[in-house]
C-alpha cells in the first residue's frame, strides 16, 4: 500500500549539482529512518546516506563532504543535496525507508524504483 517515488536525477556534469527527492504515499502511521542507496552497473548496492526520524545523519566517505539528507517530517519527503559530482557518482539512486503500519503492529522496509543520476561531459 506503501510507495516511495524518487524525482530529481538526470544528466549532470563534473562539478555540477542535482537534488534528489523521495515522496512516501499511502496509509501509514509514521516513517522511521530513511535513505539512499547508490547501484552502478556491476557493482552492489550501497548506502550513500541515512537519516533518522530525528534527523541524525550518516555518510558513507565517498560522499561525506559533498552531499548532504535531509528530510521533512510533514511532507513525508526525504532529500538528497549532492554537489561537486563526479563520474564515479554516476549510478542508480534508490530511497528507501521503514515505515511504521497504520495499526503500529508493523515496521516494514520500502524501495523506490529508483532514478538515475548520471555525471559526464
Known amino acids: 500500500q506503501v510507495q516511495l517515488v524518487e524525482s530529481g536525477g538526470g544528466l549532470v556534469q563534473p562539478g555540477g549539482s542535482l537534488r534528489l527527492s523521495c515522496v512516501a504515499s499511502?496509509?501509514?502511521?509514521?516513517?522511521?529512518?530513511m535513505g539512499w542507496y547508490r547501484q552502478a552497473p556491476g557493482k552492489e548496492r550501497e548506502l550513500v546516506a541515512s537519516i533518522s526520524r530525528g534527523s541524525s545523519t550518516n555518510y558513507a566517505d565517498f560522499v561525506k563532504d559533498r552531499f548532504t539528507i535531509s528530510r521533512d517530517n510533514a511532507k513525508n519527503t526525504v532529500n538528497l543535496q549532492m554537489n561537486a559530482l563526479k563520474p564515479e557518482d554516476t549510478a542508480a539512486y534508490y530511497c528507501?525507508?521503514?515505515?511504521?503500519?497504520?495499526?503500529?503492529?508493523?515496521?516494514?522496509?520500502?524501495w523506490g524504483q529508483g532514478t538515475q543520476v548520471t555525471v559526464s561531459s
Open positions: 499511502g496509509k501509514f502511521f509514521s516513517i522511521n529512518a
Open positions: 528507501n525507508a521503514y515505515i511504521i503500519s497504520e495499526d503500529r503492529n508493523s515496521e516494514l522496509r520500502y
